[in-house]
Each structure stands twice: as structure tokens, then as C-alpha cells.
T-cell receptor
Framework: DAGVTQSPTHLIKTRGQQVTLRCSPK?????VSWYQQALGQGPQFIFQ???????QRGNFPDRFSGHQFPNYSSELNVNALLLGDSALYLC????????????FGPGTRLTVL | AQTVTQSQPEMSVQEAETVTLSCTYD???????LFWYKQPPSRQMILVIR??????QNATENRFSVNFQKAAKSFSLKISDSQLGDAAMYFC???????????FGSGTQLTVLP
């Protein structure tokens, strides 16, 4: 049973560019959440997708957008990259029902130069 | 807004000894969950233990146990018989019963000394 997978592992972009990060949830899960983890800090919630819709959103600007596909996989898009967007981006999957335990992927390390 | 505070940026423990990591949180809700996650250098966040706020009994998972003090809004993690593989960053996290996102603390870096 594959866990949560994310791609790519590492990514280097320059300021002003756009980036797309991808996440495949754990088998059987229907909900995907994205978190940003700056160096030396705890993860911060970006948004959560269920049934292909954004259900909850944290305190992030509109430059951060997402998508969920019918197979429950998800993308995180960041436009007009800033140096401050450099971070580890974590994807977590869960079931919308019940306890909603979140399983995390290994993350994508984004560096903005 | 809910906040989670971990006041110990770094902790160290001798192998086979016991260590306690501290966490406090602030919430006005009565229905919530608390978690401890471990993040080793591989970066993958792993759930160590969880506690439902409505349960008075402290959760335990093998060598890991919590001391949940609801009135004091305190949620500490005790690791017994520490092993070298326990070395990692540990995050305390909160989730309200109505919301789906996790709110994390700033983490405690645990070093296990041989």
C-alpha cells in the first residue's frame, strides 16, 4: 500500500516564476491538505481539497492556488514567486469522515533564487 | 485563533533514559484533538501519538505517552527508554473538532546521546 507521494523532491526557481507541485494521496483517502514549512519552523496550513473543491484555506495570498483531480490527487500552484516562498511543501491525505488522521508525504523542497 | 507553543527549541537525552517534551496550547473550543508528530532528517512527518480532548485517560503508544492536562492546556510527550532512532524534530499539533487543518508548534529538536 503506497503512502502519500509528492513530486518533485527538489525544485529551484527564480523570483517571479510560477511552480506546480504534485501530490498523490494514500490509497483510499479522499482529502488532500497542503502545508508550507519554512526552515526551522512548524508547518503552516495552506488549504484543503475535498471533492475537487477547496474546503478550507489558511492565511495565504491568492498567489497560492490548488486543484484536486477525480482520482483525488492534487496540485499546488504558486504564481509570482517570492524569495520568502522558499520552503518545504508538505502534502497530507486523509479521509473526510471519521477521525481524519492526516498522513504526510516526504515533501517538496522549493528554493527561490 | 488557536496557538500551539513549544518552549524547548532543543532537548537532549541519554540513550535508554526518559525525556519529556513540553507543549501548551490555547483554544476556546471544547472539542479538539492533540497530536505529537516526529520529523526525522528524511523530512517525512510521522504521527507518534494522539489525544482526544474528551478522553480523560492519557494516551500511550509503546514507549511514548502523554500527560494531558486539559484545564492547564498542557500536552507533554514522554519518551521512555530513548533510542538513537528517536532523534528527530518533534512537533505538537492541534486540530479542532470542526476544522480539518492542523496547527503546529515550532518544534523541539531532540538529540539522543549514545
Amino acid at each position: 500500500d503506497a503512502g502519500v507521494t509528492q513530486s518533485p523532491t527538489h525544485l529551484i526557481k527564480t523570483r517571479g516564476q510560477q511552480v506546480t507541485l504534485r501530490c498523490s494521496p494514500k490509497s483510499g483517502h479522499d482529502t488532500v491538505s497542503w502545508y508550507q514549512q519554512a526552515l526551522g519552523q512548524g508547518p503552516q496550513f495552506i488549504f484543503q481539497y475535498y471533492e475537487e473543491e477547496e474546503r478550507q484555506r489558511g492565511n495565504f495570498p491568492d498567489r497560492f492556488s490548488g486543484h484536486q483531480f477525480p482520482n483525488y490527487s492534487s496540485e499546488l500552484n504558486v504564481n509570482a514567486l517570492l524569495l520568502g516562498d522558499s520552503a518545504l511543501y508538505l502534502c497530507a491525505s486523509s479521509l473526510i469522515s471519521g477521525y481524519n488522521e492526516q498522513f504526510f508525504g516526504p515533501g517538496t523542497r522549493l528554493t527561490v533564487l | 485563533a488557536q496557538t500551539v507553543t513549544q518552549s524547548q527549541p532543543e532537548m537532549s537525552v541519554q540513550e535508554a533514559e526518559t525525556v519529556t517534551l513540553s507543549c501548551t496550547y490555547d483554544t476556546s473550543e471544547s472539542d479538539y484533538y492533540l497530536f505529537w508528530y516526529k520529523q526525522p532528517p528524511s523530512r517525512q512527518m510521522i504521527l507518534v501519538i494522539r489525544q482526544e480532548a474528551y478522553k480523560q485517560q492519557n494516551a500511550t503508544e509503546n514507549r511514548f505517552s502523554v500527560n494531558f492536562q486539559k484545564a492547564a492546556k498542557s500536552f507533554s510527550l514522554k519518551i521512555s527508554d530513548s533510542q538513537l532512532g528517536d532523534a528527530a524534530m518533534y512537533f505538537c499539533a492541534y486540530r479542532s473538532g470542526s476544522a480539518r487543518q492542523l496547527t503546529f508548534g515550532s518544534g523541539t529538536q531532540l538529540t539522543v546521546l549514545p
